[in-house]
């Protein structure tokens, strides 16, 4: 029981350091966000600031560890639109233009500042990281026999392909609905996953 305590406490402390970091991006450029400002947004001692992160980068880039075991979920629980099983390699799809979407004030906040790097180098990693782990068996055992691309440059692609939509969609002033553009993500590369597995 004090175990569970001592875990509720913990990610209570660091959705608040999260939650003030957010709300600091919004209204100054990253760069000049100091580990200071963000403990009084929080109501934190530094002590406990630097327990749980290194630095505001550290703070900037954990949640990105939560996103990945929610899309990893939505990977593999998205039911099928028709019966072919690759479909489900870009289960996540939804549920990230959905996140993506929630906090895209945010994104625009952070582009073309150094905040905008350290988040958007994490993201593509994680990106591959659930495409190759939801297609690795998929691809070896239903790939076409005469094809000759590379299981990681697939992965790539794919990955690629989805942040290069996402940055287009966010992009634009009044981006269309989450499900509009999975929709035509999923109509970009469902041929190419076909082409692949059939």
Known sequence: MRE???DRRIQKTRKVLH??????????DYRSITIQEIIDRANVGRSTFYTHFQDKDDL???????????L???????????????EKIIGFSLMMFEHAYE????????????????VLQHIPDMLVDLIRDGSK?????????????????????????????????????????????????RALVIPSLATNFD
Not at 19 to 28: F, N, T
Not at 78 to 86: A, D, F, G, N, Q
Request: glycine letters at 4%.
């Open 4 to 6: 569970k305590t001592k």
């Open 103 to 118: 906090y895209r004030h945010v994104y625009k906040a952070l582009i073309g500042s150094q905040g905008g790097a350290v």
């Open 60 to 70: 900037l880039t954990s949640e990105v560890g939560n996103l990945r075991h929610m």
């Open 137 to 185: 068996v998929e691809f070896e055992k239903r790939r076409r026999k005469d094809s000759e691309i590379p299981f990681e440059l697939f992965v790539h692609f794919i990955a690629s392909a989805f942040v290069s939509v996402m940055s287009w969609w966010l992009d634009h002033k009044s981006p269309l609905p989450p499900k509009t553009i999975n929709a035509i993500f």
């Open 72 to 86: 990893r979920t939505a990977q593999v629980k998205t039911p099928l639109v028709s019966e072919k099983s690759y």
């Open 19 to 28: 939650e003030a970091l957010i709300s600091l991006i919004l209204e100054k």
